[in-house]
């Protein structure tokens, strides 16, 4: 879906799908580099990651296997709570494995933060973070990001997996949500 088809909603557009393209494709090649002789896990973060890990996936030049691990922090609100569940968790074992934790945004880096102890807990050899955006104004806690697509401003935005209230995750590119739409 184009932004032009729910263009009342959307205040102004942050990137385009020909810029989330570049930038995947940027985070794609620094992944081939670092990750050579190896295959590499990527793991999706449901559900907003679901564009950024199809496209990633689609993008790498190199074997790769790929699991999905689903965890609230949000529920219906639009910021993060910072206590983790999870909802559904990995069928792959981490042991040994190179693990890429694949992230839509990084805001607050509470969740990531708590996926990576998680991580590191199950013995991976390695775990890095590929996101497509960060928002560095919004971050509580330091993580560290191995691949980022942009920084972007401390806006609510959506598309490109990214939604309010399960809309808008279908939307091509990235855009800031007028705050009328979620009471902000």
Excluded: C
């Excluded at 909603?9 to 990750?35: F, M, P, W, Y």
């Excluded at 997996?161 to 091509?172: F, I, K, P, V």
Aim: no cysteine; glycine share 8%.
């Amino acid at each position: 879906m184009e932004f032009e088809d729910v263009n009342s909603d959307i205040e102004s557009v942050v990137l385009t799908k020909e810029q989330i393209a570049e930038g995947i494709a940027r985070i794609a090649r620094e992944i081939e580099n670092n990750h050579t002789g190896h295959t590499p896990l990527l793991i999706g973060v449901l559900k907003g990651a679901v564009m950024v890990m199809a496209d990633l996936a689609r993008e790498l030049h190199i074997p790769i296997e790929m699991d999905w691990m689903a965890v609230s922090s949000y529920g219906a609100s639009t910021k993060s709570s910072g206590v983790v569940r999870i909802v559904k968790d990995l069928e792959i074992s981490l042991e040994g494995r190179h693990v890429i934790i694949v992230e839509d945004i990084v805001d607050s880096g509470l969740t990531l933060s708590w996926l990576l102890e998680n991580f590191e807990s199950r013995q991976a050899a390695s775990v890095s973070v590929a996101t497509l955006l960060r928002k560095p104004d919004a971050m509580k806690v330091d993580v560290p990001i191995d691949y980022l697509g942009f920084d972007i401003p401390n806006d609510f935005v959506v598309g490109f997996g990214l939604d309010y209230a399960e809309s808008y995750r279908n939307l091509s590119g990235v855009g800031v949500l007028k705050p009328a739409v979620y009471g902000g």
